[in-house]
């Protein structure tokens, strides 16, 4: 069983940056793709980005392109969202995720990701 906890959401200006951290227990953390998803009030879940086992490879949705950075630490089972250029279409729930151990993964759907945080808020305001 995989638990991940999700911090640094808030509350930020259009043009800032925030941090968002998810830190995961159990030991396969490290043979897990990781990924992160957002949710806007009234709409539906949506890929922001992934990252593969070692970090090597990392995908991110158009929308975030350029602005967003996914990052892992293995020695910390933690992986990472920088957020830069916040706009305030960004304002969502971001939720961490993780695949089953030694699935690869290499589509932008939630379908792989078995594991899910509870979610943090982050707000973009003008």
């Known amino acids: 069983q995989v638990q991940l906890l999700e911090s640094g959401g808030g509350l930020v200006q259009a043009g800032g940056s925030l941090r968002l951290s998810c830190a995961a227990s159990?030991?396969?953390?490290?043979?897990?793709?990781m990924a992160w998803f957002r949710q806007a009030p009234g709409k539906e879940r949506e890929f922001v980005a992934r990252?593969?086992?070692?970090?090597?490879?990392?995908a991110y949705a158009d929308s975030v392109k350029g602005r967003f950075t996914i990052s892992r630490d293995n020695a910390k089972s933690t992986v990472y969202l920088q957020m830069n250029s916040l706009k305030l279409e960004d304002t969502a729930v971001y939720y961490c995720?993780?695949?089953?151990?030694?699935?690869?993964?290499?589509?932008?759907?939630?379908?792989?990701?078995?594991?899910w945080g509870q979610g943090t808020q982050v707000t973009v305001s003008s």
């Open positions: 995720a993780a695949a089953r151990p030694l699935t690869m993964v290499v589509v932008t759907t939630s379908r792989p990701f078995e594991y």
């Open positions: 159990g030991r396969a953390f490290s043979s897990s793709y």
């Open positions: 990252i593969s086992w070692g970090g090597g490879t990392t």
